[in-house]
DNA sequence: TCGCAATTGTTGTCAATGCAATTGTTGTGG
DNA sequence: CCACAACAATTGCATTGACAACAATTGCGA
């Protein structure tokens, strides 16, 4: 009778973004991370801590869409391995500012020729105009799901 | 002395990626999946079913991303809420296929809404066009991480 | 200013996940 | 045709991660 409800996975938004996203973390972990010890989740932490410095531990959530209790064990581990540092907030006291020590620095910048590496080998074959397209629309698409 | 080595997170693929996945996953889980008791990884072997018909698990495993013994524990919890069946192949008894039950089919048809709702929410504002480059880009750069 | 709600972070608990080992089956080279 | 490697699925076990409850601090409305 009626034509039958389909979902059409091989063109299908979120599983595509899904899919794609767990390669890329599959390849990161095998080739660059384990070898450091260092979890998919630390390294976010990390990436996040370099690009924009000292940074509470909730924004650390905000921008690294890790779980904030997650956050606060994973801070506690990267702390005893000497890459991070926590410290009560000079403004209030309730928060906390977690900071990259030179050893952690030194660390990110031994990984990140890795991370480049990795966005140019999924990269292959698509040219610079269409690869512009999806970064600008998946930031719009991310900003459409949050609200920023 | 030499310029510092950086990683712009808000130009860098695999963050944009993954930053927008797990927005949709966060969605679909809050709004749709919830009230019927699904967890994500529950709700894409039910896509992939609906999407492929009846599967070996070991299908599943490659189609969904997810874990094989993963699988086998979701597959049973399926099973036992009367979504799936499971038996055993009739060509090769090492092998088990997996398919959705009328009431499994019911259940997928009754998601199906939200989660093209959900692709239509994220998709606000870019055009047609930019859409199409994003779905190509995103299945060729998957092919690009994983040989297909 | 006082009280209460919101914010920030931590901890307890328990289900879920992933890895490795195991079982059973199929395929294949010698 | 036999031994052994490869494949498919399951299970044991340790770890992880999420959710909720909690503690501490701050901010805000009446």
């Known amino acids: 009778m009626s034509d039958r409800l389909q979902l059409d996975l091989a063109n299908y938004l979120p599983y595509l973004v899904n899919r794609l996203g767990g390669a890329l973390v599959a390849d990161m972990i095998a080739n660059t991370l384990a070898p450091f ?76 020729p890795a991370a480049l590496k990795l966005e140019q080998t999924a990269s292959t074959g698509i040219p610079a105009k269409d690869m512009a397209v999806v970064k600008r629309s998946l930031r719009r698409m991310f900003e459409n799901m949050t609200g920023r």
């Open 37 to 112: 010890d260092l979890t998919i989740d630390m390294w976010r932490l990390l990436a996040v801590l370099s690009y924009r410095g000292a940074q509470r531990q909730v924004d650390l959530v905000d921008m690294s869409s890790i779980e904030a209790s997650t956050v606060s064990r994973l801070v506690t581990r990267l702390a005893r391995m000497g890459l991070v540092t926590r410290k009560r907030s000079e403004t209030s006291s309730r928060e906390v500012v977690i900071e990259l020590t030179a050893k952690g620095r030194a660390q990110v910048e031994r990984i990140i």
